[in-house]
C-alpha cells in the first residue's frame, strides 16, 4: 500500500510515518504547510494540490482548514482519504458527504481501534441500561485546542442514537440553576499536563454504576489505528465510513 500523509510535520504525522516504516507501507508524499526544506524520508510539498505522483490513499492529521485542497486533490485523483482531524464546522462536514458520494471517505475522531470499541459497549450500554443517567469525562494534555474532543461528541451520538431525540447534551453545569433533566447528557473537558487521551463514559443507576475508560498511553495507537483503516478503505466502493465499520469487518 502507497499512502499521502497529511500533517507530516506534525506529531501524529511524524508517527504515522513511523508506524508506516514499521508496516512496510510505502510514503509517496507528505504535505505540510510548515515545510521549509526540512530533511525527511519521503518528498514534502506545502500543499495538497502539489502532490507529485498518485498513491491508494491519503491519510490526514492536520487541520480542518486544509479541507476544500485536500478533497480537491483527492477527487482529481480519484484517492480515496482518511480523516482524522477534529473540530470540522458543519459546512465542512457537508462537503465531506458530498465528495464520499464520488470517493471512499472514512472520517473518525478517534482512530484508536480501543476507543471505537469503547463505542460499540457504549452503545450496547445506552440501549440496555434504560432510565440510567449518562456522563461523559475526556481528558488531554494542555495544548489541545478544541472543547470537548471529537472523541466526547462521538461517543455522545453513540448514546443519542439509542436514547431518541430526547437526549440533549449539557457541556459543564456552571450557572445551572435546575436539577438534572431525564435526557441531559453531561459532557466535561479536562486540560492539563501531557495527559494524551482519557474518555470516561459513566452510567449511573439506583443503586449502581457501570463506568466504561478508555485510556491512550500512546500516539502510536492512533497512527496504527491510522494504518488499518487506510488498507480497509482501498478495498471500499464509494462511501462515507467510520472507525466502527472498521471493527464491525473486524468482528466479521
Do not use: W
Not at 495544548?143 to 470537548?148: F, G, I, L, T, V
Not at 440533549?168 to 494524551?196: E, F
Amino acid at each position: 500500500m502507497k499512502i499521502i500523509i497529511g500533517g507530516a510535520l506534525g506529531r501524529m504525522g511524524r508517527e504515522l510515518a513511523l508506524a508506516a516504516e514499521g508496516a512496510g507501507v510505502e510514503v509517496a508524499c507528505g504535505v505540510d504547510v510548515a515545510y521549509a526544506g526540512q530533511a525527511a524520508a519521503f518528498p514534502i510539498v506545502t500543499g495538497f494540490e502539489r502532490i507529485p505522483e498518485d498513491a491508494d490513499v491519503l491519510i490526514d492529521f492536520s487541520r480542518p482548514d486544509a479541507l476544500p485542497e485536500l478533497l480537491q486533490a483527492a477527487l482529481d485523483r480519484r484517492m480515496p482519504v482518511v480523516l482524522c482531524a477534529t473540530g470540522y464546522t458543519d459546512v465542512e462536514l457537508s462537503s465531506i458527504r458530498e465528495a464520499a458520494q464520488t470517493l471512499p471517505v472514512l472520517r473518525s475522531a478517534n482512530m484508536s481501534l480501543g476507543i471505537n470499541v469503547l463505542s460499540e459497549l457504549v452503545s450496547m450500554a445506552a440501549r440496555t441500561l434504560e432510565g440510567f443517567d449518562v456522563e461523559i469525562v475526556e481528558k488531554h494534555h494542555r495544548m489541545k485546542a478544541d472543547s470537548p474532543s471529537g472523541t466526547a461528541l462521538m461517543l455522545y451520538e453513540s448514546v443519542q442514537k439509542e436514547k431518541g431525540p430526547e437526549t440533549n447534551p449539557v457541556y459543564g453545569r456552571y450557572g445551572r440553576t435546575q436539577k438534572r433533566a431525564a435526557g441531559d447528557v453531561g459532557i466535561h473537558a479536562v486540560r492539563g499536563g501531557t495527559v494524551t487521551g482519557e474518555h470516561e463514559v459513566g452510567f449511573y443507576g439506583n443503586g449502581e454504576q457501570l463506568i466504561l475508560t478508555h485510556r491512550a498511553e500512546s500516539r502510536a495507537l492512533f497512527a496504527q489505528g491510522a494504518l488499518r483503516a487506510a488498507a480497509y478503505l482501498v478495498t471500499r466502493p464509494a462511501g462515507l465510513y467510520s472507525m466502527r465499520d472498521v471493527v464491525q469487518d473486524m468482528l466479521g
